[in-house]
Every structure is written in structure tokens, then in C-alpha cells.
């Protein structure tokens, strides 16, 4: 509500207020005093009635005196003559002259002289009615003394009597004492001349039993209980007093009734009405000027400073003007005097935020303010526009942008918002805390060529002691991940170059080739299933199909061939629908047959191109795949054909075939150690060790005698080296040695065949220790050869015996396999150095024997 | 530092997420049956569940549900389903799985969708008084 609709309110409230209490007291009051007054007034009338009443009543009687002070009525009581009345009691004489109703003579002594009663119907004299005489009586009329008037009443009639002693003329007592009563009954007439008198509209109730009105009931009842009068308004314009008159017994006999118009109070209610007219006149008035001197002295000035004011949140410079030379100019003063500072600091506010926004403009991450509804406000840089590709930012949720395609599963999302709520809860110190769950990174867009990769930092804005908002500066870093991923991609081509090199250098290529092979096998069988049953698959075809491609899958994994293994992940989910399906029934390929047939000769050209990597990957190009297709049971046979081309004495030449074929058998030392560098750090974690395996002389042929055997050997020796050789990590770092042993498996050629050493930086072999097991247990020790006791049956150094070593049996097992082979164990071991093994032929051996003793 | 469980058939990949997880400071609770799996959870330390889908006689949704029945673990405890089954994470919701972890092959992968789910449940811990 407006100020001039609120002034106005308030002034009319006022104003009515005003001429509602002075309305009220006016009536309340002068209307009072005038019914007051009206009332004292209308009784009075009565009590002036009831005096003129009364008066008429003694002049009534006093009309009789001249009667009564006469000798000849005097004589009348005492003789009772007829000639008296003859002479003066008539018609005429009674009711025309004196107007009585009854006459009646009787002397004190109760003896009637005469009584006549006026008929006026029959304008006759005739014998008073005996009811009136009744009231003839000592205790009534003849009472004794002066003389006195009254009111008699019968059932339906009043009369005014007079009952006065009968003298003579000169006063004194005649010869009979005796009263003459007389009566004249109160008619209209008499009421009539009364109203003349009084010019009051009159009433009289005659007797008690007239019935009366409900007003006049409740005058009697009043005046019964002792009342003088009662007064009753008995309509707006009219008021009565009751009074009453008694009789000759002093009971009620007459009840007077007074009606006079209100124009007193009729007048007094008319200049009420003046007044109260006149007083809203006024205040109507009064309104007006109250509004418009308001209006005109507050609420324009008012009114100015308002519009000022909306101008200036507009962001507008305002100036007001006002003259009035009061309050209002001064606040006009005060007012402009703010304006002009809010403008002044708007401008350096604006100057500030341009540079700021220059600053961020100009910095190479993507900037953005949130709040705690998670939405970006203010500025945002111009890198951030860049990177999430939007022109506006404002508003915008910040989920939105660092999480594009994310739907409401997105756990990276849900971990966000459930980020973006904690940080603007907690308190203000534990912003470090929280700062580390926030991400620290995003990918935004498509994947590889149109992806960004987005390094994030998150930085709480502090204000009165609370976290207002955080600034996200998000450095695009997809340059960064782009050389990393291609350097890594890179080096992963190269170690699938070098793994590829590997496993055909060490056999592995006969393994590739069989995996080729039955790769090729498999998906023809899948194949023929899907062209001979394919819209009826049985759930063992289905099952059938899906274990190929499982197979597939995993085989591909391990051969590194990830295109195959795409392929046949997509052909293992569809059979895998169809394997849900046929446990229902007949499997039914539909739509999907053409999309398996698909997959399957994408298999094969998978299965291809992975051949012809091996190949490129090969040194020697495609002469691996001749390599891989020399059988070695031909080879074998080759040989027992030499054997016994030797035995049956055919020339020299077949001694330089049996070399070319034993060369031919042979194989190469690193094929028959391949497993072990895989497997060897496994071995070593399982005994809380670390460990790496080297491998030299990779290409060193190795005869097939001793490569049938070699395989065991090796595996128990690597064993022992990591189960009394190679420390636990912390021994080894505290001796300064690296945590992760090494230990080396070697080959060399020479001209009696290879020379294989497996050494190890471990401990060393106890000798000390081992020489004193031997003893206590009754073996003869050579001094300087004690190394040899590591093959006696039952002699071990290791405390407690493992799966891999410690109960005295595997070294001689392996001194005995490699003799049979024709090749002999050595042992040389320096404590907390090294410990080595040397695999050489026996003929080497003797030679070197031979030598040393020479 | 978080218990986490993990169930899943193939010993190789049992041992293989154990030795990454533990490197990465957790522990890790490794079972390969739903016996293993209540007897990891009886003293109530395990904080998350990674279950593999496919398993010998059963799956991941029945071995959760089996979980739930007969171990009752806390509402707090998240568990996700690990599965190269690229479905909708809505369908595992719906079987009271928090989400659903992809089986890509190689242990940096899981380690980076596992990062989110670890910092929710440290918020999570955060936010409650």
C-alpha cells in the first residue's frame, strides 16, 4: 500500500472517529436530557391534573353551598316537606343548573329525607338508585365534619361527588343536622371542558374494570405500587403520564391520562441530525486539506527520493531536487551525496571487474565461479567458453559441463554432486580435507579425436566466515595426453614388437602357429553351425559356438591380438544371448545371423593380419613360418636314419650329416628359458622376495639330449636360488643390496657344446654350516670340495623346507638327469655375493680336469 | 585405507586384484564362493563389494542378493558389480547394486572407475556428522 493510500485511510479513519464521538456523544447525551426533561414535563402535566381535578371536584361541591347555608334546605332536612320540592327540586334545577346526577337529603341520624336520581334518557326525576344509596353511609357519604368532594365509581361510571352538612343561612345548625350529597357523573363533556382548561389531550380510565390498553396496564401497575405517576413514550410522537385519583374510600378510583406530542424532542433530534451532517461536512473537509497538505509536504518529496531511488538500481545516476527546507531537502542532500558515491564506486567496481575479467581472459586454464546450487556465476574466462564449447556460461550446472554425457548413474557424477554438497556444508577448515576428494580430473567429449582432457583445482571463495562460492580452474591438458598416450602407445608396439620377437625366438611361434591353426578350426566349425542349423540352434550348438568364441577371446588375449579379441568379445555377448535363449527352447539367430556371419569373417581377417604382424615382427621375415613348419619327430627320424647310416660303415660324409642334423634338432637355449622370466618373479612373490630374471645367450643351440632334459633342472635350480639365494627385500636393502635379486641364466658355446650358469646375488651357499650337517650325519667331507655336498641325498641348509626347496633330494635328482645327458654340475659360491652354477659336457670337464693336474 | 571384498571364480584375477589394490593401500578380502564371501564380511569391516557377474552356478546379482539375505550388511556398504557386460547401469541398480564397474581388462582401468566410487564413500563419511 502506498504512502498516499496509507495517509488517506488513516485521515478518514480519523475524521470518523471524530464525528463518531462527538455523534455520540451528542445524542447520547442531549437526546437524553431531552427525554429527561420530557418526561419531568409530561409529569408535572399529570400532577397539574390531577390538581385541576381535584380543584374542579371542590368547586363541584362548592357550587352546592348556597344549598347547603340555606334556611329553607335547612327546614326541608328537619320537615322533609314536598312543597320544598316542588318548588326547587326539579329536572330543570338539577340538570341543567347544577348538573347533578344524584340528590340526596338524609340526616346525620341515617334517616333519608329525600333521594332522586336524573334520568336522562327519559329527562325524568325518579328514585335514586339504590346502589348509590348504599354509599349513604357514615363510613361514606355521611361522614361526619366538613364539607367534602370525591370520586365515586360504579361498573362503567364515575362520579364526582359532594357531601356537605346542611346549615342555615347565618351558619348556625338547623333543627336537624343533616348532609346533602349530590353527584355529577364524569362524561366526555366534562373531559372536554377539562382539555379546554388544561389544552392537554386527556383520558380517563373510570374504573378498573375498562379494559385498557397494554401501556395503560402498566401504568396501573405502577402506580398500584405506589408510584405518584408513570410516564411511557408511547410512539415517536407521542408520550403519556398516568396519574391516578382516589375515591371517597381512598382507593384508586380514576386513573388520569395525559398525551402530549414530542416535539421537543422531535426538534432536538433534528438539530442532531444538522449537527452530524455539518460535522461530516467538516470532516470531509478536513480529509482534503489533511491529503493534500501531505501530499504536497511529504509525499512528493517522498515520491522524488522513491524514483531517485529506483534509478539508482537501475545502475542510473540520480539526482533529486527538492525545496522545501525541512527534513525532506536535507535527506534530498544526503541522498545525492550517496548517489554520487555509489556511481563513484560502481565505476571503480566496473573498472576492476573488466581487468579481472582481462586477467582470467588472458590465462591459459578454463575459469569458472560456482555456488553452492552448483551453478557457474559471474565471470567465466574465455578458455572456459572454449572448452566446454558454450557461449554462455552463467547459470549453467557445473555437472553439466565436466560431465556431459553423463546420465544419473554416472558414478564420476554422482561423485561430484556428492563433492559439490559437502563443500559448501563443512566447515571452512576442513576445505582441505575436502578439496582432496574433489576430482582431479575430467574427459570431456568424444572419445580420441575430439576429447579434452581437463586437470582440475578447486578454490573456496571465504566470506563472513563461510565458503560462498568456489572457482574451478580446469587446465586443458589433452596436448599433454596426447604425446603420453602416443609415446605410450609407441612403447607398447615396440613391447609387442619385442614380446612377438620373444615368444617366436623361443618356440613361441610353434605355438602361435598351432593357435593359427586351430583358430581357423574353430571358426570354420562355427561357421558350418551357423549355415547348416541357423534358424534352429540346439542349446548344445549354441553352447558349442559360444566356447569357441570364448576360447578365441581369450586366446587372442593372450597373444596380445586385440582386433580378434573385439571380435570375438561381440561374437561370445551375442551367442551368449542366444545361449539365454536356447535354455528356453530352440535358439533362433533372426537378424542377428547376418551379424554373426559378419564377426566371423572379421575374425579371420583379424586372425590374418595378426600372422602377418608375427611374421613383419620376425627377423628373419617369413623364413619363421618355414622354421615353424619343420616337424622335429622328422628330425628325430632323420637322426635314427644317421645313427644307423654311421653303424653300417657308410664314408665320412655321413659324420657331417649327423653334425647338420644334430644342429637341426638342437634348440635354442632361449626357447627352453622363456617361461621361466615370467614365472620366476611370481615364484619369488610367493615368498615375500622380489626377483628378475636375465636371460643371455638366447640363441645358443642347445643339443636335444640335454634340451629333452633341461627344462627340470632349471626350473629346481631357479627354485633354489630364490629359496637359499635371493634375501627378503628389507635384508637386502640392509646388506645394500638392490630390494629386487637378480639372477642370470647364461649360455655360451664353445667347441664341446654349451656352457649354461644360472647365478644369483643372493646369500650364498653356508658351506661352513653344510660341511657340519654333513659330519653330524656321517659323511665323509673333502676339504676344498665341500660344494659337492649340496648333492647328498638328505643335506639341506634350509631352515625350514618349502614348496620349492629345503628337503635335501633336488640337487642330486638334477646332478643325476644331467649326467645322463653327459653333462656335470658345479658349484662355486661366495657368501652374502653370489652363488654359481655351471651345466658343462664331461668331456669339457675331463679336460679341464686334465689340465689342472698337469 | 578401504576393506574392500572381491569375489570372483578365476584365481588369477582374484590375485591379480588383490596385489593391485593392496599396492594401492587397501584391503583387500578376496573370495571365490558365497561362503568365502559372508565369512570376509562376518567381522563387518568390508566397506565396498566388486563381484563378478559371471560365476560358476550362479551370478553377481544372486550372490549380492544371497549376501544380503544372510550377512545384512549395512546400508553403507556400496557394492558394485564387475562385469564386462556394458548393460545399463539402471539394471543393476535395480538388483540393489550401487553401480556397475566394467571389466576392461587391465587393473589401471578398474583403478580409475574405482577412484569416484572411493571418494563418494569418503563424502559420504564426511557429510555425516
Known sequence: ?854 | MTCILYVDDSQTQLDCVQKTLTEKGHEVRIASTLDEALACMEDGKVELGLIDFHMPGTDGVQLLQEIRARANPPSNVRFYIYTTDNKEQRDYRKHTFHGAILRKGDMPALIAQLEPVLRLMQLTKLAKP
Not at chain 1, 574433489?438 to 565458503?467: M, N, S, Y
Not at chain 1, 528356453?584 to 586372425?607: D, I, M, P, S
Not at chain 1, 659323511?779 to 628337503?807: K, M, N, Q
Open chain 1, 1 to 854: 500500500m502506498s504512502l498516499r493510500r496509507k495517509t488517506l485511510v488513516f485521515v478518514i479513519l480519523a475524521v470518523a472517529a471524530l464525528v463518531g464521538s462527538t455523534l455520540w456523544v451528542v445524542d447520547g447525551l442531549v437526546m437524553h436530557e431531552l427525554t429527561q426533561a420530557e418526561h419531568e414535563e409530561t409529569s408535572r402535566k399529570v400532577a397539574d391534573l390531577r390538581s385541576i381535578v381535584q380543584r374542579c371536584m371542590q368547586e363541584y361541591s362548592d357550587s352546592w353551598s348556597d344549598w347547603t347555608e340555606w334556611d329553607d334546605m335547612a327546614q326541608f332536612l328537619a320537615d322533609g316537606k314536598q312543597s320544598f320540592l316542588d318548588s326547587n327540586v326539579n329536572l330543570a334545577s338539577m340538570a341543567e343548573q347544577k348538573h347533578a346526577d344524584f340528590f340526596v337529603v338524609e340526616r346525620n341520624d341515617g334517616t333519608l329525607v329525600y333521594a332522586t336520581q336524573v334520568n336522562a334518557k327519559r329527562d325524568a326525576l325518579e328514585p335514586c338508585a339504590s346502589e348509590f344509596l348504599a354509599h349513604v353511609t357514615s363510613r361514606g357519604l355521611l361522614r361526619p365534619g366538613e364539607s367534602f368532594a370525591g370520586l365515586l365509581t360504579f361498573p362503567g361510571r364515575t362520579y364526582c361527588v359532594s357531601s356537605r352538612p346542611i346549615h342555615k343561612s347565618d351558619g348556625t345548625q338547623g333543627p336537624v343536622a343533616g348532609r346533602l350529597v349530590t353527584a355529577r357523573r364524569i362524561d366526555d363533556a366534562w373531559i372536554h371542558r377539562l382539555e379546554g382548561l388544561t389544552f392537554l389531550q386527556l383520558g380517563f380510565s373510570r374504573t378498573l374494570e375498562t379494559p385498557m390498553e397494554e401501556e395503560e396496564l402498566a401504568a396501573r401497575e405502577a402506580l398500584s405500587a405506589g408510584d405518584l405517576d408513570f410516564v411511557a413514550e408511547t410512539s415517536e410522537e407521542l408520550i403519556s403520564g398516568y396519574g391516578q385519583l382516589p375515591d371517597i374510600y381512598g382507593k384508586t378510583a380514576v386513573v388520569l391520562h395525559v398525551s402530549r406530542g414530542r416535539n421537543v424532542r422531535a426538534r432536538g433530534k433534528q438539530i442532531v441530525s444538522w449537527t452530524m451532517i455539518s460535522l461530516l461536512c467538516g470532516g470531509l473537509v478536513l480529509c482534503m486539506l489533511s491529503i493534500w497538505a501531505t501530499g504536497r509536504g511529504a509525499l512528493r518529496p517522498l515520491q522524488r527520493l522513491l524514483s531517485g531511488t529506483h534509478k539508482l538500481r537501475r545502475g542510473e545516476h540520480s539526482h533529486v531536487v527538492i525545496k522545501s527546507g525541512d527534513e525532506f531537502e536535507a535527506l534530498a542532500h544526503d541522498f545525492n551525496q550517496m548517489s554520487d558515491a555509489i556511481c563513484e564506486r560502481e565505476e571503480a567496481l566496473k573498472s576492476a571487474h573488466e581487468e579481472i575479467a582481462r586477467l582470467f581472459d588472458g590465462m591459459a586454464e578454463a575459469i569458472v565461479a560456482f555456488g553452492p546450487d552448483g551453478r557457474v556465476t559471474g565471470h567465466a574466462s574465455r578458455k572456459a567458453h572454449e572448452v566446454f564449447g558454450r557461449s554462455t556460461l552463467a547459470g549453467v550446472a557445473l555437472r553439466d559441463l565436466l560431465y556431459p554425457s553423463a546420465d544419473e548413474y554416472d558414478i564420476e557424477a554422482e561423485a561430484f554432486q556428492a563433492w559439490l554438497t559437502v563443500a559448501f556444508t563443512q566447515p571452512v577448515e576442513a576445505w582441505e580435507e575436502v578439496k582432496q576428494l574433489a576430482p582431479r580430473k575430467a574427459l570431456l567429449g568424444a572419445r580420441q579425436a575430439g576429447e579434452t582432457h581437463l586437470a582440475l583445482e578447486f578454490r573456496a571463495l571465504v566470506q563472513d566466515g563461510r565458503i560462498q562460492r568456489v572457482i574451478l580452474i580446469a587446465a586443458d591438458e589433452t596436448e599433454k595426453h596426447r604425446l603420453l598416450r602416443q609415446q605410450a602407445e609407441l612403447e607398447s608396439a615396440h613391447e609387442r614388437q619385442l614380446v612377438a620377437m620373444r615368444k617366436l625366438l623361443a618356440g613361441g611361434a610353434q605355438i602361435f602357429v598351432n593357435f593359427v591353426r586351430s583358430s581357423h578350426e574353430r571358426l570354420d566349425e562355427l561357421g558350418a553351425l551357423l549355415r547348416e542349423r541357423p534358424e534352429a540352434l540346439s542349446p548344445a550348438d549354441v553352447e558349442l559356438a559360444f566356447r569357441h568364441a570364448h576360447t578365441l577371446k581369450g586366446e587372442a588375449r593372450v597373444f596380445d591380438i586385440e582386433r580378434l579379441e573385439q571380435v570375438s568379445r561381440e561374437l561370445e555377448e551375442l551367442l551368449c544371448e542366444l545361449r539365454d535363449e536356447a535354455r528356453g527352447g530352440k535358439a533362433r539367430a533372426g537378424a542377428r545371423l547376418a551379424r554373426l556371419h559378419e564377426l566371423v569373417a572379421a575374425a579371420r581377417t583379424a586372425l590374418a593380419e595378426a600372422q602377418e604382424l608375427f611374421v613383419r615382427a620376425s627377423p628373419i621375415g617369413e623364413a619363421i613360418l618355414d622354421q615353424m613348419a619343420v616337424r622335429r619327430t622328422d628330425v628325430q627320424a632323420l637322426e635314427e636314419l644317421t645313427g644307423e647310416l654311421e653303424r653300417s660303415g657308410a664314408g665320412p660324409l655321413v659324420h657331417v650329416l649327423r653334425d647338420l642334423v644334430e644342429r637341426l634338432h638342437s634348440r635354442p637355449f632361449g626357447e627352453l628359458c622363456a617361461a621361466f622370466a615370467e614365472r620366476l618373479p611370481l615364484w619369488a612373490e610367493k615368498l615375500g622376495k622380489r626377483a628378475q630374471l636375465e636371460i643371455e645367450g638366447r640363441d645358443v643351440p642347445i643339443p636335444p639330449a640335454l634340451a629333452r632334459r633341461l627344462s627340470g633342472p632349471l626350473t629346481h635350480l631357479l627354485r633354489n636360488a630364490l629359496s637359499h639365494g635371493i634375501e627378503l627385500p628389507e635384508q637386502r636393502e640392509a646388506l645394500g643390496k638392490d630390494p629386487c635379486g637378480r639372477v642370470r641364466l647364461s649360455a655360451t658355446l664353445d667347441e664341446q657344446g654349451p656352457l649354461i650358469v644360472v647365478e644369483d646375488d643372493g646369500a650364498g651357499l653356508d658351506l661352513v654350516a653344510l660341511a657340519r650337517k654333513a659330519r653330524a650325519l656321517g659323511h665323509a667331507v673333502v676339504e676344498g670340495e665341500e660344494w659337492r655336498l649340496v648333492f647328498v641325498a638328505g643335506l639341506s641348509t634350509a631352515c625350514v623346507p618349502d614348496e620349492y626347496s629345503g628337503r635335501g633330494v633336488g640337487m642330486g635328482a638334477v646332478q643325476t638327469e644331467l649326467e645322463s645327458a653327459g653333462y656335470e654340475v658345479e658349484v662355486d659360491s661366495v657368501p652374502a655375493r653370489h652363488t654359481r652354477i655351471t651345466l658343462r659336457h664331461k668331456f669339457c670337464s675331463l679336460q679341464r680336469s686334465s689340465r689342472r693336474t698337469s
